[in-house]
């Protein structure tokens, strides 16, 4: 348990660093760019208005409000504080609503929608790697071409194509939203069954765009395995073919787990687009929101949330794997 | 090389994705030189007007010649098309009405239908149970289905501009036809219009064009970031390379898409010109470049004939230049086709999130894709505005992977069929 304990902590570590790293780069992209951002925000909600004195009022006050007539440094610690308060500011486009409150009711839809749909895409592309690299010949030909061509398609195509299927033609499934429009969300079997239909389409866009990009690494990694001596040497012994697929699976699923982790980033913000063209209330929608209403505190609160919960899924997905993987814990207690 | 090149040319999945994209690169090249209408013009007063080819109506009644065809099936065709779906069911329903058994009434059929009608028909006749305004309907209907089986034609009337009153100019009978090449106005739109009323295959052709050179431009500039640090790290090694592998693991976790967001957000819509994107994209995907340019570099660095080199006395950029990069020359430009094929995908990302380049100097793939999605041309069924678009975007990028996937066989033995 010894070595374990190193490469939790180091893991720990490097996730502090690359979490303060992400929290300065939220607060300093937005100041490093050219131009001063209050006054684009001030230009872009005094349009039309031509009342000079008005308008530098409004721009004092906003200047007020995020403390860009401060020094930096000054500028940071006012910002740290209120972020170890939860305070991300209000809302312009919603105001005076709170963001963290906003980001509170969007958050759990993202998580029910996001982790199962990845993990299931993950599985299945998977699976069926290995059997396109086990059985090579036609269903290789058939299945890595169109698995090609899925993961060209951007996240939200793959959306699209699914919503206008069975939401606009087959009229199987709504085409937005995550519960119908005329309930209020409570715990009846009706606005529970309404959930779950909403659901299916965004869950089954995410899985698939993650079955595409999974299914090509594993057959490549599969390939590699299946050359591997103790495959050979399985063979001669004569053990059935079910069996060795098992053990390859098991060996080239390692290299994807840490695949997984480093992929994670790119699947959350492709799923994050689903959530767009479902009009799904998390918070990939609750972004687009913010870009549509200018409403620059949203935005830097939702991208901070999405970055901590893909850095914090990334070090769960590394802890776990030094579990699985045992020359993790060799290498560590050499 | 040369070799090389026969060799990567044999492989066929290299090659049907280089013809798929030669193709694309062809046709943005070779349609403009046709066609030279803005592409962003407006033309169409409206929105989503489907595809076909459009032909004034004033042209053709005014045309100078008109044929006079005696086709059988024309009256039936004319009436065919102006019953729609509905019509036919609601007469189903009125000759049911009146006793007719449901399975001798077939909506599909229209000469049997109409027989049906105009024998049992009676505008005075009263069904039980019929509401007043659905009486009303099919007098309205009996009346559209005389016209349609009428027989002469249409007047064309000019108003005199000293009485008032109008007079005949022109009889256009049923059986006129016009020739298209001779009416002076046919305009064709293969793909409709769009939300704008924009002839939606120019700018789709402009739009692939623009969004290839912003995957070029992002493509090279990250394989150009990748290639220098993956080269300066897996050389050098020591501190260098712990710097490097520092901010390339960094950049890995940290999602590229919200460094985009937060930089696009910030450089505002005015100053955001498709250069500019591409510029953007290309300083936020170097990462996965300068991984595998290192890897493939820290392989080589102790092979025999660098160590040779390294004894020479050859120069850092000499031995990199003729030791190194010849080497991993096959994966630099592996690298760099994803690259591209990548940064397309990120720049309609960002347009769907309403962060792409400005919407009034060029279209893009995303930007097309982002008026569709606002004007939700999705749930109206409008595909012409967003399915050619999302099948160039496959496009491109299907051809891209294919071409990588047949130099990765080409490259690495052992992942051959």
Redesign the interface.
Known sequence: MKGYRKYFLNKLL?LL??AV??FL??FM??R??P?D?VA?ITARLAQGMSNSTGMKAVYEQYQEQFGTNKPISEQLILYLKNISKGNFGRSFSQFPRPVADIIKSAILWTLALQLPAIIVGWLIGNTLGVLAAYI?KGF?KFL??AS??I???????MA??L??IFA?DLKWFP?SGGYGYDLIPNFSWKFIWSVIVHYQLPFWSIVMIAIGGQAIGMR?MS??EL?VDYVKYARFLGIKDRKIVGYVFRNAMLPQITGLA?SL??M???A??VE??FNYPGLGYT??NG??GQD?PL??AV?MI??AM??FA?FAIEILYGFIDPRIKAAQSD | MKNTLRQVFHSGKFVVGFCIFMAMLLTVIIYPLFIKDAPLGIIAQGTFFPPGIYVSTYDSINSNTTYTLMLNDAVAKRIASKLNNDDRLAMKEWLVGVGIPADQINPEDTAALLDQWEKNYDPAKKIPGMIFAKQRYYQRLNTSISGLLATEGEILAQQNAETGTLEQIGMVNQSDFVNISQVANVRILPLGTDNFGRDVLTELVKAISVSLQIGFIAGIIATLIGLVLGLLGGYLGGWVDDIVMFFT??F????????L???S????QD?RGATTIAIVIGFTSWVWTTRAVRAQVISLRNRDHVNLSKLSGHSIIHIILTDILPYIASYVVMALILQI?SAI?VE??LS????GPKTSDVPTLGLM?NWA?IYQA??L?K?WA?FPV?LA???I??SM??MN?GL?QVFNP??R?
């Not at chain 2, 769907?352 to 962060?355: R, T």
């Open positions: 490097w660093i690359t790293f992400a780069l939220n992209l937005p490093l760019m131009g951002p684009a090579r290789d890595m071409p090609l061509f993961s060209s398609l951007p996240a939200f195509g699209v194509i919503l206008v606009v085409t490549s390939i590699y050359n480093l980033g790119t959350v913000g492709g994050l687009f767009i063209i972004l687009l870009i549509m620059y935005i830097s991208t999405i970055t893909v850095l990334t | 693991n960094l890995t976790v940290i999602p590229s898409f919200v460094m967001i937060l930089i957000y910030s450089i505002g100053k094929s995908l309609a990302s769907i999130l309403g962060l894709m999605m999705q749930i069924g595909w967003y999302l975007i496959a496009l990028s299907f992977n294919l996937t990765d052992a992942l069929d």
